[in-house]
């Protein structure tokens, strides 16, 4: 297991030099720099190019051994060729981590190449890469990337093994208002793996939860074993590319990676206690869901809703997910009837029928939340002609502080644009809301998810 | 079965009278009134209220007997009470469909004033309802509903069981671009039922598709019967809620359907050729889909990619849904290595890697398009650093256009703000666009499974 210092170099580092940085706008070598100097990182930052004075006004220093100060981090972009010798001067300065953006290594099928590089490196510098875009980590405003320059932040550790797929959803991840702690670029893991990042991330404070897109693994013990004791503390949700025959032989030509049989991770990902999700859609719903709200404490589902059709999907897909919408206690029951003037249903799902507004939202929604016999809230909203789903939205966040996220709440808001505009402001303000009501259930089937693993550790058990 | 003209009434009218047509905005009578006005429609429009002189300029009538001119559509938005008045009323006009917004009625128990408006109704005038929020029809420019006044005209029809949740979506499918041919709120069914309308639609020139929320049905062999015949000229797709005991529980107490066995509906769906969707997401990807594309002429599916990532999660989708991604030969291979200067895999998917720009995505959809062995395209984009999302969409279209859409195509943009804008043009260009790659191989999956029907139609089979 690598210890504590070892990868925390790529992330806070005092000093960082970028070894191939190029003049020329557009070259990887001028926008890792660009990066790395607009993302507010307030470590030393050392171009490195023997042709350059300058890059975007830093001084440039013709190798990485000539920079006086302290570096602990160097990206490495320069030609495959010349990666043996920057690896080597890196080693030679007492660099703690490298970055390996250059790519035409074991991806290509040159196996022999990497495995030089690493043991050059050895013991002391750790590499992440080769074929890698960066790294960007919030925590330290750093953006060791050629990504997007402008990231935002939130509260999960992203790895990705693809890197087009990564940095597509670096810039997503900041258009829907998610935000990450962290991306990391894994590339070719010649050296640090998703087991290293899972440790590190376990504890870090500025990451509440990871999210692993995955196309295979080199070391799968450690990684189970990391895995193991990092959910104990934060959830961890893989996509795990390559289950099927042809996609595996696809990701192998993409990535060189063994996927390997995938009922054998679909059991190991059960038994760490690792949430697999299903594709991109379903993982960033779960995340989304597990960061802004608490885990459950017991098992008691209600539905509120103004369309009993929505109702009706939404219980249809808890049933499907194992997820159980609680029978309402009389008195609860009571209590919705005495508020709701004209009323639809007192069954769950609660059916406060389309004239309710923002008001009737609030008051019920405070009285299942104060509720000791229920346990979490799945709130929809079908847009009506007479209600305003935004006030409905504030309805739904106000309620929320209230409860001051004692119970976990999802959300979905179905309709057109007033529709889409109550739920930009609920992903604004962290609320976790969708736009169908079968996304929210899956929402709640991860907080559920959650909170059977945390009562499994409470009970002694292991990771599952 | 219905005559040809029983329900063409609903959509095409030549004078329609709003029975409880109201002064006061809000009102559901004021609204109705104002929708038919300002949607264009070009036939009579006759309010009906014993004490006003106008609504909205204009000349309102006692009853609907005082009216002149023809009229042979009805909107019935009186209270319960006075309903049966008004149908006695539209059959002694010689009116020859009443759509009933009124509710209460057998959603609430009262079984009995249902029957009875019927029964009354029976045989020369037709009913939708009660309990519906109306009917939309762009053919005629026909809103006679109270949800919005703005809706898209588009290729589908949408029939509804849920009242609200179809408001919510009438204004959803204009907000997402996708737009409607028509809108049926079908309410309790008391008379005019899916399988009417699916023979209406069935052929009716402005609809490609049909798409149904259902809860339940009262006359099972009536609607699958018609299902039959209809899915030899378009398809239809059919969300059908209260598949779970406790979300039937739900849809009894929502509209009283009474969902049935799950099961029986699945095997009869599938027997009779209808496309079952999962949820919401599932049924519009479909639609949009089979509206925006032919079907394939066999199973041969390529994928196109510039990031290595999205085509293994496309790869393990199409495994999953049973599509089979081709096999390239080999002129093919040499073709596409001709043109592409760096290159990741001529293997299907078919990687152009994160250099690809809208020039090479060009020429290489052009390539596969015109191949007879290739049935299929998945057009894949991840958002790069250095090439424009919406230059991409750009030659997608080109390419599509060129191809004079004799193939379908179908397409993911994942990234950042200019995925988003990139995704939007091509909605507006009617072009079958997703935000991920899992549910651009759903909507491929549609069109395949459109396919293997229209296969079997032509080797005599029956529906399914």
Redesign the interface.
């Known amino acids: 297991m690598s210890k504590k210092s070892d990868v925390d170099c790529f992330f806070s580092p005092k000093g960082v030099a970028i070894v191939g940085a190029s003049q020329t706008p557009?070259k990887i070598g001028h926008?890792i720099v660009r990066n790395i100097k607009l993302s507010g990182f307030t470590g030393g930052v050392f171009p490195v190019n023997p042709n350059a004075e300058t890059v975007l006004d830093l001084k440039c220093y013709r190798n990485i051994s000539d920079v006086q100060a302290e570096v602990d981090l160097a990206v490495i972009a320069v030609p495959a060729g010349l990666v043996e010798g920057a690896v080597r001067d890196c080693v030679k300065k007492g660099v703690k981590g490298a970055i390996i953006i250059t790519s035409g290594f074991s991806e290509v099928g040159d196996k022999g190449l990497e495995e030089k590089v690493v043991s050059l490196a050895r013991p002391g510098l750790r590499i992440i890469g080769p074929n890698t875009f960066g790294v960007f980590y919030a925590g330290s405003r750093l953006n060791a990337t050629?990504?997007?320059g402008k990231v935002l932040r939130g509260k999960t550790a992203f790895i990705?093994?693809?890197?087009?797929?990564?940095?597509?959803?670096?810039?997503?991840t900041?258009?829907e208002k998610y935000g990450v702690s962290a991306i990391v670029s894994i590339g070719n893991k010649a050296d640090v793996d998703d087991a290293d990042l899972v440790e590190f991330f376990s504890r870090d404070p500025s990451t509440s939860s990871i999210l692993i897109?995955m196309?295979g693994l080199r070391d799968g013990r450690k990684f189970f074993e990391a895995s193991r004791r990092a959910v104990r503390k934060k959830p961890i949700v893989v996509?795990k590319?390559?289950?099927?025959?042809?996609?595996a032989?696809?990701?192998s030509?993409?990535?060189g990676s063994i996927a390997g049989q995938d009922a054998i991770f679909t059991a190991a990902f059960e038994q760490a206690g690792i949430m697999r999700a299903?594709?991109?859609?379903q993982a960033f719903d779960w995340i989304q869901a597990l960061n802004e709200n608490p885990a459950p404490k017991g098992e008691n589902i209600v539905i509120v809703t103004?369309?009993?059709?929505?109702?009706?999907?939404a219980?249809?897909?808890?049933?499907?997910l194992g997820l159980k919408?609680a029978e309402l206690s009389n008195d609860l029951k009571q209590e919705i009837q005495a508020i709701t003037p004209s009323f639809?249903?007192v069954?769950n799902?609660v059916?406060l029928?389309?004239n309710a507004d923002d008001a009737l939202y609030g008051k019920v929604l405070d009285l299942v939340l104060r509720r000791s016999d229920i346990d979490g809230v799945i709130a929809l909203f079908?847009?009506?002609?007479?209600i305003d789903p935004t006030l409905v939205a504030q309805a739904m966040l106000d309620a929320r502080t209230r409860d001051a996220l004692e119970k976990p709440i999802v959300a979905a808001f179905?309709?057109?644009?007033l529709?889409?505009v109550a739920y930009s402001r609920m992903l604004e303000k962290k609320f976790a809301v969708y736009?169908?009501?079968?996304?929210a259930v899956d929402a709640m089937y991860a907080l559920m998810a959650r909170h059977r693993q945390l009562e499994h550790f409470k009970a002694g058990g292991g990771a599952a």
């Open positions: 557009g926008e050629f990504g997007p990705t093994q693809s890197g087009a797929l990564g940095l597509a959803l670096m810039d997503w900041t258009e897109y196309e996509i590319a390559g289950r099927s025959a042809r996609g032989q696809a990701a030509s993409h990535t299903e594709g991109m859609t103004n369309g009993g059709g929505l109702g009706v999907l219980t249809d897909r808890c049933e499907l919408p639809g249903s069954k799902p059916d029928t389309a079908c847009q009506t002609a007479n179905v309709g057109g644009h529709s889409q736009p169908t009501a079968e996304r």
